[in-house]
């Protein structure tokens, strides 16, 4: 139905884009650019609640972590995040879409 096939184009979309965008927030935080860092993760946290992502939370952390210019908590969050899309695509490779859902903590 096309309501599944827009759905499966909506997780493609971040399975190819979220290790790249983790990636440029790494990139953020090492250059100290809090607001573009905060704009990413506040972005990521977004499209990951679109693939149905309930862990989300690690991307707020990371929001909030940038706000606050914690470099500690937001370079441990970007890790997690980072682990957290490993499991999602072993997951979804494994064909377990409900456990590939939740990536982030939460």
């Keep these: 139905?096309?309501?599944?096939?827009?759905?499966?184009?909506?997780?493609?979309?971040?399975?190819?884009?979220?290790?790249?965008?983790v990636e440029n927030m790494r990139g953020l935080l090492v250059e100290g650019d809090w607001a573009g860092?905060?704009?990413?993760?506040?972005?990521?946290?977004?499209?990951?609640?679109?693939?149905?992502?309930t862990g989300s939370k690690g991307?707020?952390?990371?929001?909030?972590?940038?706000?606050?210019?914690?470099r500690e908590r937001a370079a441990a969050r970007i890790e997690t995040l980072e682990i957290a899309i490993k499991k999602f695509e072993e997951a979804l490779s494994a064909g377990d879409f409900e456990n590939g859902g939740k990536i982030g903590g939460g």
């Design 1 to 21: 139905n096309g309501d599944e096939a827009l759905f499966t184009e909506i997780v493609n979309l971040f399975r190819e884009g979220a290790p790249k965008k």
């Design 37 to 53: 860092l905060e704009l990413q993760a506040h972005s990521f946290k977004s499209e990951a609640a679109d693939v149905g992502e």
């Design 59 to 70: 991307a707020l952390d990371l929001e909030l972590a940038s706000r606050n210019r914690d």
